[in-house]
């Protein structure tokens, strides 16, 4: 199940705004993460499509609810996220 906003709140509550926090944050939402992989010839700018799986410091986990597939993605190549509805967000982290 997926943690609620309030719950998620309290854990990081004492944190830092960091884009994997924001994630965890936003656990279950679809969203479009644009990512560049500039040494890549085939894949210089490529968009995944997903429900947020998990986040950590490094990288993201989706999955793909249309074609089934999982993805980690490593958060050095992500440009931003996308999402069709509004992003939760601590104001004062």
Do not use: C
Request: glycine letters at 6%.
């Amino acid at each position: 199940s997926v943690p609620s906003y309030e719950q998620n709140i309290a854990n990081l509550s004492s944190e830092q705004s960091y884009i994997e926090n924001i994630l965890r944050l936003n656990k279950g939402k679809i969203g479009r993460f644009y990512m560049s992989f500039p040494d890549s010839v085939e894949w210089r700018d490529k968009v995944f499509t997903g429900v947020i799986e998990q986040s950590g410091r490094d990288h993201i986990i989706i999955s793909d609810p249309a074609t089934g597939k999982w993805y980690l993605l490593l958060s050095i190549y992500l440009d931003y996220v996308e999402f069709d509805e509004k992003i939760n967000y601590i104001k004062n982290f």
